[in-house]
T-cell receptor, first 113, second 115 residues
Framework: GENVEQHPSTLSVQEGDSAVIKCTYS??????FPWYKQELGKRPQLIID?????GEKKDQRIAVTLNKTAKHFSLHITETQPEDSAVYFC????????????FGGGTRLMVKP | GAGVSQSPRYKVAKRGQDVALRCDPI?????LFWYQQALGQGPEFLTY????????KSGLPSDRFFAERPEGSVSTLKIQRTQQEDSAVYLC?????????????FGPGTRLTVT
């Protein structure tokens, strides 16, 4: 089945710096890659997603890049703010294997004021 | 509008007890997913419903786990003879789309602790 690896597991940055989180996936047929943000004790919320026919997508301070050949995708957060502190999960979807999203292990991002 | 809701939010069960966890998806959402999230880990897929049909239950860890969605709206995840390894947060998500492409709207989860 699909396997998603996420790095780093923790990331500490100074307010205003950029943060980058990277994920690799195993199944080359995966075609949808969402990123979820989960604050402590709260539900995961979608922050950005990308489909396999696109190489990059940007939404204000957040961007995601996808390299299908290398089977990896990354989340980029610029001008980080303390409210960006949370756990971020990447995920991959491969429709023919079922209807599941396979999640990475998560990255705890801490933005220091 | 109202989001996905789950009840109870917290459940403590003694080992061997049966538990039932409820999910109320967003009205009209066709797809419903259950995930298990262990402490410090990402959510892991358990099962998927399209309306009332359970199309994928490949993630259920054992035959002690059972899920249903009889009328295509509310869903219940039942765990029989709970074990300590069942302790986790159980997340429900719904989507207006068929299958997994597109945003899944998550509930707040039920934190199950088995003592």
């Amino acid at each position: 089945g699909e396997n998603v690896e996420q790095h780093p597991s923790t990331l500490s940055v100074q307010e205003g710096d950029s943060a980058v989180i990277k994920c690799t996936y195993s199944d080359s047929a995966s075609n949808y890659f969402p990123w979820y943000k989960q604050e402590l004790g709260k539900r995961p919320q979608l922050i950005i997603d990308i489909r396999s026919n696109v190489g990059e997508k940007k939404d204000q301070r957040i961007a995601v890049t996808l390299n299908k050949t290398a089977k990896h995708f990354s989340l980029h957060i610029t001008e980080t703010q303390p409210e960006d502190s949370a756990v971020y999960f990447c995920a991959a979807y491969f429709g023919d294997a079922g209807n599941m999203l396979t999640f990475g292990g998560g990255t705890r991002l801490m933005v220091k004021p | 509008g109202a989001g996905v809701s789950q009840s109870p939010r917290y459940k403590v069960a003694k080992r061997g007890q049966d538990v039932a966890l409820r999910c109320d998806p967003i009205s009209g959402h066709v797809s419903l997913f259950w995930y298990q999230q262990a402490l410090g880990q990402g959510p892991e897929f358990l099962t998927y419903f399209q309306n009332e049909a359970q199309l994928d239950k490949s993630g259920l860890p054992s035959d002690r786990f059972f899920a249903e969605r009889p009328e295509g709206s509310v869903s219940t995840l039942k765990i029989q003879r709970t074990q300590q390894e069942d302790s986790a947060v159980y997340l429900c998500a719904s989507s207006p789309r068929i299958a997994g492409v597109g945003e899944q709207y998550f509930g707040p989860g039920t934190r199950l602790t088995v003592t």
